[in-house]
């Protein structure tokens, strides 16, 4: 309604300058043409006097041909000596100097616009144009005006009946998908009619809103069924420990050990709980505000020095190539927890007297962090499962760990802005960590 | 040593004042914010275990804030539920010398505590430590064992460095982890045994007596002799 007024109120200011503009433009023209003549005839007067002067105005009569010219000159009592006027039009007094009077021309009424002066003598002079076709055409002008405000109000009020339409179903049905949702419904999503209009592109913004929500709800829903399932077991192992030391054990010795196992399963669990808030944390971003440049050359050199001697403990070999000066926009803490988690996967999972190689370079503007190793890798189908929380390939169901690892790789990664691939190393798996490049 | 418990947990307070008198320390125990800070404030400790989370008004960080500004420097160790990386700098910064959080074992937070107490006392910059028959030079960086002279790689020192200052105490895998490479984060491999286990090549297999001991379900102590 508000945009329904605005319209009206700006075509009727449309209409009230039109109007001004070019009955106005006629009425000065008019004024102007007066002025002109008076000033011809004063002039005339004063170079001829009245005879001159009265010459003047018969061959302006004369040679008038749109009639439209009105001269009238009186003598000082106001008896008609020369002019197209039958007399001295009575509204016409001596206090101003412009008057537009109906006057009688011939056989009919007309309009006449007049300009009086006196002149020396005694004599008064009326000059002056018949505006009656102008008055007209003035009237045809505000007809025409009036009639296109009518028009415009009524198409405003029909445009802004259909608009207002147009935006109630649109967001009606934005509306209805909203109540939907909260009410639980997660697959439902705000139609795009394909026009590509702007009511489309809000369509795709919430439903692109609407699908990162799904997919978090998706998170959620697969954490806590991955921690109903993956912490059930050892929480169900440490409580069995417990139940069967209490009845069963043989000695003070024999409750003790068990009491110790069920502890290391506990602290198991708890690593579990550690990891997944650690994820939880890293998601929620909140530590991006802590970002400064890392030197990963460095941090790189001694992650490798760390996890070194571990491989050839293992009967493994570690290569490194890591030029240096290679900068990372990020944190530091998650970047070497991050690279940590690789080189502890690729040591795990490498057979004794397989190779490990741990690599750095900068591929245009992004940093790559390589760790390869000979190990069974991850097969084609599973490696998009492979960074999933609680995920264990089949290779790994018979070794130790959480299926965190690479859980937390990735969510370090996406904060950062870079990604993780899991690539063939023929044999074995090649993890590609790229990282945003500073410098 | 005398240590003041600041925990309103009745089950966490009782292990952890039991286990540390059992380690031979006087402990004094607070169940909230205000006393702990009065006690802290009134009577001399050689450290602090503080929760975060206390009732009576006045929590750990403000606790802890009070003591600070009163140019108190007593070690205090923040033992709490609050685990995010956030939430331990915020220890950190507001004075804390070490953050643990819950759940934890018994052995680390001994430990840490006792290193901490002990540090309060340190005797300022040392050019040397000698444990035993064992030198370190700390300006030359040289080693050597029974007048024997050692090559140490500089992690190795570090770690031998490390453990010699914390002599006669437990240390665990986490504190060398976090006090000689600066990590706080758990690996799952076994790295620190490792580096511990090629230390020992050098300062202990040659030689009669061991000075890197294996604490069992704590961590490592380097010490003269069995005690």
Redesign the interface.
């Known amino acids: 309604m508000i945009y329904a007024a605005l319209f009206g109120v700006s075509a009727l200011a449309l209409a009230a300058f039109l109007v001004w503009s070019t009955a106005g433009l006629l009425d000065r023209e008019t004024d102007a043409a007066i002025n002109a003549d008076s000033n011809g005839l004063s002039e005339r007067y004063k170079l001829f006097g009245l005879p001159g002067l009265v010459d003047t105005i018969e061959q302006r009569l004369a040679g008038n041909v749109d009639a439209d010219a009105i001269y009238l000159l009186v003598t000082p009592d106001f008896r008609p000596i020369r002019g197209n006027l039958l007399g001295w039009p009575r509204p016409v007094t001596m206090e101003s100097d412009w008057f537009e009077v109906p006057v009688e021309r011939g056989k009919r009424r007309t309009l006449v616009r007049l300009h009086h002066f006196d002149l020396t003598g005694g004599f008064h002079l009326l000059v002056g144009r018949d505006v009656q076709v102008r008055a007209e055409l003035r009237r045809v002008i505000y007809d025409a005006m009036v009639w296109a405000a009518v028009i415009a109000a009524m198409l405003g009020l029909v445009g802004a009946w259909a608009v207002r339409g147009l935006f109630r179903r649109t967001l009606a049905d934005v509306a209805a998908t909203a109540s939907a949702i909260s009410a639980g419904d997660l697959t439902r999503r705000v139609r795009v009619t394909g026009d590509g209009d702007e009511f489309d592109l809000l369509a795709e913004t919430i439903n692109d809103m609407l699908e990162r929500i799904a997919r978090l709800m998706d998170g959620v829903r697969q954490v806590s069924n991955a921690i109903a399932h993956d912490l059930r077991t050892p929480i169900a192992r440490a409580r069995i420990r417990l139940e069967d030391a209490a009845s069963h054990a043989q000695g003070e010795a024999g409750l003790r050990a068990a009491i110790?196992r069920a502890q290391a399963d506990?602290?198991g669990i708890?690593?579990i709980f550690?990891a997944l808030?650690r994820i939880a944390?890293i998601e929620a971003g909140?530590?991006r505000s802590a970002f400064a440049a890392v030197d990963i050359s460095a941090l790189l050199h001694?992650l490798a020095?760390?996890?070194e001697?571990?491989a050839e403990?293992a009967g493994q070999s570690m290569v490194t190539d890591i030029p240096p000066g290679l900068f990372a926009y990020g944190d530091r803490?998650m970047i070497?927890?991050a690279v940590?988690?690789l080189l502890?996967n690729a040591?795990?999972f490498s057979p004794t007297g397989g190779n490990i190689r741990l690599a750095a370079s900068t591929v245009t503007n992004r940093l790559e962090i390589i760790v390869a190793d000979a190990g069974p890798g991850i097969p084609t189908a599973e490696r998009g499962q492979a960074v999933e929380r609680f995920f264990r390939g089949e290779q790994a169901r018979s070794t130790?760990?959480s299926g965190l690892?690479l859980a937390l790789v990735q969510a370090v990664a996406v904060l950062h802005g870079g990604s993780l691939a899991l690539e063939d190393n023929a044999p074995g798996l090649r993890a590609v960590l790229r990282l945003p490049a500073v410098g | 040593m005398r240590i003041l418990v600041v925990e309103d947990d009745k089950d966490v307070a009782n292990f952890v004042v039991k286990g540390l008198k059992e380690a031979g320390h006087v402990v004094e125990h607070s169940n909230n914010g205000r006393d702990g800070l009065f006690m802290a404030a009134s009577e001399a400790f050689d450290a602090i275990v503080l929760d975060r989370m206390l009732p009576g008004g006045v929590d750990g960080l403000r606790l802890l804030e009070t003591l600070r500004s009163q140019n108190n420097n007593t070690p205090v160790l923040f033992l709490s539920a609050m685990a995010q990386v956030d939430d331990r700098v915020r220890g950190l910064k507001a004075g804390g010398d070490d953050y643990m959080t819950k759940p934890f074992a018994f052995a680390e937070l001994l430990a840490r505590v006792e290193a901490l107490a002990r540090r309060g006392k340190g005797d300022g910059p040392q050019t040397k430590v000698v444990v035993a028959d064992l030198e370190m030079d700390l300006l030359s960086r040289g080693v050597r064992r029974a007048g024997q002279k050692i090559d140490l790689q500089p992690r190795e020192f570090r770690l031998l460095e490390f453990l010699m200052r914390h002599a006669g105490q437990v240390v665990t895998r986490t504190m060398l982890l976090e006090g000689v490479w600066d990590y706080h984060f758990d690996p799952q491999t076994n790295v620190i045994d490792v580096h511990v286990s090629r230390l020992r090549q050098k300062i202990d297999k040659p030689f009669a007596t061991p000075l890197i001991h294996t604490v069992r379900n704590a961590g490592y102590m380097l010490r003269p002799e069995a005690p």
């Open positions: 110790e506990l602290d708890v690593a550690q808030l944390e909140a530590r001694d020095e760390l996890y001697a571990v403990d803490e070497q927890q940590a988690n502890d040591l795990k130790p760990g690892g």
